[in-house]
């Protein structure tokens, strides 16, 4: 029996006692408790630890903690086992009370190696610290939606694959890498200062690589499907690769020549430099030459290769065939094919040439060329019924009033174009653009493509019918609540903006009785029109219906409410957690929160104090966190942007430092593999598994640990055997993997318990073990159940 089993035991016994109590004399009080430990066996991992507690001594009774192999298990004068080998050992304690009488307690310790991790994710600067001094891992994933810096120490890390994938985040790497993969990084941010490291960008947002002065990168190479990515070549680097149609800027103190080599993939691909490159391309690709790129070479490398050079150096640019060479006189625009073919040179200091493009100029066929436009970033694309798009540029505040039907194209994937048919401005903040299309989509893959003011804005998105049949069915609902004139409170005639929290709480309670609506988001707005008439009153109201492939419906509808129910009262919130530095809330989505001091009045409360519901956990909860110990705090809970109508709850900090939870679909924790041989391996699926860490600290390393809960012959064979927790299923669920003894009876069943616990753990100077135990979970309980072939 484990020490996890012995807590669990001693729980159903002190509830069975209480249950005793309520119906025999009192005189069952009166049997004397036996000393004991609170576990008479554990199973530990090499440098995990654990402490054994006795019980019933008394308070001034003496401990004296031995083990009988210090070589596998040690034991502290505290009671703290660590796991030192594989191996076997007996942890006694020698307890004495006060009036003399000496007992021996006695723990059997089993001690299992270490299974080795070659791939972690990590999400802080001590995660990553930690991941890289593991000596078994050969893939780190930085993997993280916040805002913070990660900064990789100098090192030599040369058989670890470091993979970036952290949109909100700055990076500033130090270390030699097998291979550097940055798949989504904070615009601007990521820093280069060793050397001889392969960087792959394959970001399909914008990216930017500081190759910082004294660094050495042997090449980057991008293959983002979209985006623009920007290389400052302050120190040195061997080469840049191009493998997808993305927009390219070379810059940097650098002098010497950057090789630049474009394959057939980024047909399209659009690189502009302000410093000297070498470009070997083997597509269709526009070449932008600024001053400071005087020196740059170019050469054609395929039958499909076709460079448009804009040559703004201050001397003369030579491009290189198989037919021969071709210079691009300074202060023009030419295109050069495979062939040797000089097209459609233009002049770029010709006013009639869109700010020095080449659309105007001569050419050896007669025709002009526009200029490649660079590439916009889109902030939100939604995909708006079968026909109609909705499109707001995220580096453009105002857009133009109009834009023309022929700079908006819809692509299928079998190159079939549907042009525009109407495109408006969104006249609330004029900001993007409502698209009608000449003909409805069909099931499939699209590439959305918009030229305004000089940038090409695309996006590519998936329309599916079925999506929209479920928005149609949403629309429908919500029409229908809307037409039976929803009830609210009297207060709504005094503040309109109540109505707002009737109308999405109606609609909520509506789409969760269908299984298809219930997957769908919602957002409700009143707009700050309304009328009254007696008890009624009409509000404009504005609703967004979100669902899969960016789909997104809107409605303006002006929407009557009955004001007949009693005066709102918004009850208090309720305070889940309490613990030292922060306090955890339950939380509603149709309210808002604030944590201030006891004292302080909601009016004095900014609106960035408040926090939407919305925002919960897994849990529905909010933590409240960087309070102080000790001091009362008062919880705020407001309908939305309305202050007249709160509740309020108040807490005093202190209690536990940190705490873990855990919780898991009931349903499964009851698993019949059916039959099985020996030495099959079994994955148990966690499903509906949720975890949080409250109030971790900063050197806490949050993880998952599980035991087995069989009898100790059975936990001996399972350990030797192969087991781990670190991978999951097609549907992301966490897996428990162990092999079946080869020693089990063919024909008998058996059942395996399995205990989950989530853990915070301090930080450790050893890759290799977890520190002291911080918090952790209560115990999720799996038993599975096989029968032998």
Request: proline share 3%; charged share 25%.
């Amino acid at each position: 029996m484990t020490m996890k089993q012995m807590k669990k035991l001693l729980a159903f016994v002190l509830a069975f006692a209480m249950i005793i109590t309520i119906y025999q004399p009192s005189a069952a009080y009166a049997a004397t408790k036996k000393t004991r430990l609170n576990a008479k066996t554990m199973t530990l991992q090499v440098g995990q630890k654990k402490t054994l507690k006795v019980k019933n001594a008394g308070k001034k009774a003496k401990l004296k903690w031995s083990s009988n192999k210090k070589s596998i298990a040690t034991v502290s004068k505290k009671g703290v086992v660590k796991a030192v080998k594989a191996g076997n050992a007996v942890v006694t304690c020698k307890v004495t009370t006060k009036n003399g009488k000496t007992t021996k307690l006695t723990c059997k310790v089993a001690v299992k190696k270490t299974a080795k991790v070659t791939s972690l994710t990590v999400g802080s600067q001590s995660e990553l610290e930690k991941a890289l001094k593991n000596k078994n891992v050969t893939k780190i994933t930085v993997a993280t939606q916040g805002a913070v810096t990660f900064t990789v120490p100098q090192g030599n890390y040369s058989k670890v694959d470091l993979v970036i994938n952290a949109p909100n985040a700055d990076v500033v790497n130090n270390g030699k890498f097998k291979s550097i993969d940055i798949q989504a990084i904070k615009p601007n941010t990521y820093r280069e200062n060793a050397k001889g490291n392969v960087i792959t960008v394959s970001a399909t947002g914008d990216a930017r690589v500081i190759v910082e002065t004294g660094a050495t990168v042997a090449k980057i190479m991008v293959s983002g499907s979209k985006g623009n990515v920007k290389l400052v070549v302050d120190g040195t680097l061997s080469g840049i690769t191009i493998d997808a149609p993305v927009n390219v800027t070379v810059e940097g103190k650098t002098t010497a020549a950057v090789p630049v080599t474009v394959n057939e993939k980024a047909a399209g691909a659009n690189v502009t430099s302000s410093t000297p490159v070498e470009v070997k391309a083997a597509a269709p690709i526009a070449l932008n030459l600024t001053k400071g790129a005087e020196g740059s070479k170019v050469e054609t490398t395929s039958d499909k290769a076709e460079v448009t050079v804009k040559n703004e150096t201050t001397q003369a640019v030579t491009v290189t065939t198989p037919a021969g060479s071709k210079d691009v006189a300074k202060d023009t625009t030419s295109k050069v094919d495979n062939a040797g073919k000089v097209t459609d040179v233009a002049d770029n200091t010709d006013a009639n040439n869109n700010g020095g493009g080449a659309t105007g100029g001569g050419s050896s066929s007669g025709g002009g060329i526009t200029p490649v436009p660079s590439i916009g970033k889109i902030g939100e694309f939604s995909v708006m019924g079968r026909n109609k798009l909705s499109i707001y540029p995220d580096d453009v505040k105002i857009v133009p009033e109009t834009v023309a039907n022929e700079n908006i194209t819809v692509t299928d994937a079998n190159g079939r174009s549907i042009r525009a048919a109407e495109i408006k401005r969104d006249a609330d903040g004029e900001s993007g653009y409502y698209v009608t299309l000449a003909s409805d989509m069909v099931n499939g893959t699209y590439t959305f493509t918009m030229l305004l003011q000089g940038k090409t804005y695309t996006q590519e998105f998936t329309y599916n019918d079925s999506v929209w049949s479920v928005m149609d069915e949403a629309q429908k609902v919500i029409k229908e609540y809307e037409q039976s004139k929803p009830t609210a409170s009297v207060s709504a005639l005094k503040n309109p903006k109540i109505c707002q929290k009737v109308l999405l709480d109606g609609i909520m309670e509506k789409f969760n009785e269908d299984p298809a609506l219930k997957t769908l988001d919602l957002e409700v707005n009143y707009e700050e029109k309304y009328t009254v008439n007696g008890s009624e009153l009409t509000a404009a109201m504005w609703i967004a219906i979100y669902g899969d492939n960016d789909a997104k419906y809107e409605l303006y509808d002006d929407v009557t409410f009955v004001c007949t129910e009693s005066e709102i009262q918004v009850s208090a919130p309720e305070i889940k957690h309490i613990l030292k530095h922060s306090l955890v809330v339950a939380v509603e989505p149709t309210y808002e929160y604030a944590c201030v001091t006891s004292g302080t009045a909601i009016s004095a409360i900014t609106e960035d104090e408040w926090v939407q519901g919305n925002e919960s956990d897994d849990f529905g909860c909010y933590e409240m966190s960087g309070l102080k110990e000790n001091t009362e705090y008062v919880v705020y809970k407001r309908i939305i942007d309305v202050d007249e109508y709160y509740g309020s709850s108040t807490a005093t900090t202190g209690g536990e430092e940190t705490i873990c939870l855990a919780e898991a679909d009931e349903n499964a924790k009851n698993v019949n593999v059916g039959n099985v041989k020996a030495g099959d391996r079994i994955s148990i699926p966690l499903k509906g598994l949720k975890v949080v860490c409250y109030a971790k600290p900063k050197d806490g390393f949050e993880h998952g640990d599980f035991d087995f809960r069989c009898d100790d012959e059975m936990n001996k064979l399972l350990w030797d055997g192969y087991w781990s927790l670190n991978s999951y299923d097609k549907d992301n669920n966490l897996l428990v993997t162990f092999t079946v003894p080869e020693q089990l009876e063919s024909g008998k069943v058996y059942t395996v318990k399995i205990c989950y616990n989530f853990e915070c753990s301090k930080e450790s100077d050893n890759p290799d073990e977890w520190g002291d135990l911080i918090a952790q979970s209560d115990d999720l309980i799996y038993t599975v159940t096989f029968t032998v072939e």
